[in-house]
């Protein structure tokens, strides 16, 4: 599905070096497709990017400056990357895991667990949040315990990690389930066959080939962890300074009517985005220059 | 129960006194004592001027004791509800009494909370219509609101504890006689007014501020909402403009010690003491200079200030109506209550 995305995403991309003598061979209608595509997208994505940025940095970077003066600023952008980041290394791992374990392994219960994977995309994060308050939430029996053990989830970072493994739950382990698929366990087993255990051979054969997938994954993890608000706002408490992230901070922003400094601090999170999406696209082209030359 | 909940908070304490180094004996808090302060959004800056100096005073009178505050900010009722879940507030300050109820029947404030200053309320405002530059539709009481054709935003009461405070003061205002061609306490007349109004309701609004924003990108002829809200939007160089209706009701926003969470964390003396600092004159002032709220003395807040603040012609409170509990029932109740069914019949 990703693959044959990205194909077209290449085809539409294709240079138009051979220019005039490929214009007369395409069809209008051809064109039509590609206007509607290029109209739809910059409506939806290109001109509210456009808006924000024009609206953040108009006054070059005096509203920035405002918006990082206000009380909790700085510590929300640091805690949002820093979440995000562990967010995105903890699924990195067990995404990959869970991956393999989907597509190696036959066992009952199997396509339950792969309709569970994708739970997380169709539930609403707000609703997320609401279960994971109901489950680990300091006068419930699980965060109670915890609690007494000195581990608070809910209202402390932890809860904010855990929203953010969950949100983002499916993005490495879809990403990276295709190219294992492609893979031929032929090349494992014959790696087994020569003498190397389990995990050397997954080790030398299989991580390898899956690298830049789990790199893309875990990048889209990352950039979209950046911008969860609904899971957050309802497990994070929104302390200032502690417990405050960064979409937060922006929806506080507009609250108080500073349009101007919600938006260059949202052009910077979405800038972030925008470079990971990026580094994302190489990989995962790389990828396929490796799989199919 | 009360020896559980001694128990804990004795282990809890000497949990604390271990830590700063003190040797049993009372509870005392850890230096520098932290306060978890959980509040409505909107008086979010009006606290970071109140707390500094509240922060410098404690120090002076404490021998240098050092305050650190946490604070929390988001919709009244949802924060009310996640102390409840466990957030750690000593301190509450939120949008309207019920909200602070729902913590004491949770067993997490013990005292009679309304038994301090000013009926434990803090701070105050009133019900108005924010319009366009001009107030082009002429709106100016109750009844303009149900004319035909008309785009009203307001919050929605189902997700904002706050829009409860709209109603109110539609209600109010009709049941005290002081809207034309309804009687005073004719219920049924009430109920035609906010069937009229929410009739003409284009967006529910997620709360009280989301309504100035959504007016300010050009949505609506006129959005109810407080007096406050206005001023802050002006001050923020937005171009509406504020009506006051002839009667409308003195919005009243209590602050709370939550006695459990302050006693567990050996905090209940600076807690009280912060209470207190809110009551007082210092603070007021910056109430009413940053805030833009009213004083919570109703007559005081009728007459206004002769310059910033209107004196108003007809303002009531929850109390002239008999109460949350009341109000709870007949205006709210489901499904008998007076807005529950003017809602049904005005958007069914």
Redesign the interface.
Same mark, same amino acid.
């Given at each position: 599905m990703a693959k044959t995305l990205d194909r077209t995403l290449e085809e539409d991309r294709a240079p138009p070096a051979k220019g005039a003598a490929r214009f007369s061979r395409l069809h209008a209608g051809r064109w039509g497709l590609r206007g509607v595509a290029i109209v739809y997208l910059g409506l939806l994505v290109v001109l509210p990017l456009t808006a924000v940025i024009v609206k953040g940095y108009g006054q070059g970077l005096v509203s920035l400056r405002h918006a990082l003066a206000a009380p909790g600023a700085v510590a929300a952008i640091r805690l949002t990357l820093f979440t995000s980041a562990i967010a995105a290394i903890v699924n990195g791992v067990l995404g990959t895991l869970i991956a393999y374990v989907l597509v190696r392994f036959r066992f009952p219960g199997r396509s339950t667990l792969a309709t569970v994977v994708d739970m997380p995309f169709a539930i609403p994060t707000l609703v997320t949040g609401v279960m994971l308050v109901a489950l680990y939430g300091p006068n419930t029996p699980v965060g109670g315990f915890l609690a007494r053990h000195g581990i608070d989830v809910v209202f402390a970072v932890p809860g904010i990690v855990l929203a953010l493994l969950v949100v983002t739950l499916p993005l490495v382990i879809r990403t990276v389930e295709p190219v294992l698929l492609e893979l031929d366990p032929a090349e494992e087993e014959a790696a087994r066959v020569l003498g190397a255990g389990g995990w050397t051979a997954f080790r030398r054969v299989v991580l390898p080939a899956l690298r830049p997938a789990i790199a893309a994954g875990a990048l889209l993890t990352f950039a979209r962890a950046l911008g969860e608000f609904g899971a957050i706002v309802i497990v994070s408490g929104n302390i200032t300074g502690k417990t405050l992230t960064a979409p937060y901070f922006i929806f506080q922003l507009t609250g108080n009517f500073r349009f101007e400094e919600a938006a260059a601090v949202s052009a910077i999170l979405f800038g972030l985005s925008f470079v990971l999406v990026l580094v994302t696209e190489r990989l995962v082209k790389n990828r396929e220059a490796r799989v199919s030359p | 129960m009360a020896l559980i909940a001694a128990l804990l908070a004795a282990a809890a304490c000497s949990k604390s006194t271990a830590n700063s180094g003190g040797s049993g004996g009372p509870c005392t808090p850890s230096d520098p004592a932290v306060i978890?302060f959980a509040a409505y959004?909107?008086p979010?800056?009006v606290y970071?001027k109140i707390i500094p100096a509240f922060q410098a005073k404690w120090k002076e009178d404490h021998n240098g004791q050092n305050v650190i505050f946490?604070?929390?900010?988001?919709g009244s009722t949802s924060q009310a509800q996640?102390v409840? *879940?466990?957030?750690?507030a000593d301190v509450v300050a939120l949008s309207l009494a019920p909200d602070v109820d729902v913590i004491a029947d949770a067993g997490l404030i013990t005292h009679d909370w309304t038994q301090v200053a000013d009926g434990g309320m803090v701070s105050a405002s009133v019900v108005v219509f924010d319009v366009r530059p001009g107030n082009p539709k002429q709106l100016v009481d109750w009844g303009d609101l149900t004319q035909s054709g008309l785009d009203i935003l307001t919050p929605d009461p189902a997700a904002s504890g706050g829009a409860r405070w709209n109603i109110v003061a539609t209600y109010g205002a009709a049941e005290r006689g002081k809207v034309s061609g309804i009687a005073a306490s004719d219920d049924a007349g009430a109920g035609q007014l906010l069937t009229g109004i929410f009739a003409n309701v284009r967006v529910l609004d997620k709360s009280a501020?989301d309504s100035i *924003?959504n007016f300010?990108s050009g949505n609506g002829d006129v959005a109810i909402t407080y007096e406050n809200e206005v001023f802050?939007?002006q001050k923020?160089?937005?171009e509406d403009e504020m009506v006051i209706p002839p009667s409308t009701v003195l919005i009243e926003n209590p602050v709370a010690v939550v006695d459990k969470n302050a006693a567990d964390h050996c905090v209940t003396d600076v807690a009280n003491g912060f209470v207190d600092f809110l009551h007082s004159q210092d603070a007021k002032d910056l109430y009413a200079k940053t805030g833009f709220l009213r004083p919570t003395d109703p007559a005081q807040a009728q007459q206004g200030d002769g310059d910033k603040f209107a004196a108003i012609q007809d303002l009531f409170t929850v109390e002239d109506l008999g109460g949350w509990d009341q109000i709870d029932t007949k205006v709210f109740g489901d499904p008998d209550g007076i807005f529950t069914k003017a809602f049904k019949e005005a958007t069914g």
């Open positions: - | 978890t959004s909107t979010r800056e970071g946490q604070e929390s900010y988001g996640n409840i *879940k466990g957030f750690p501020r *924003k300010e802050t939007a923020a160089g937005l």
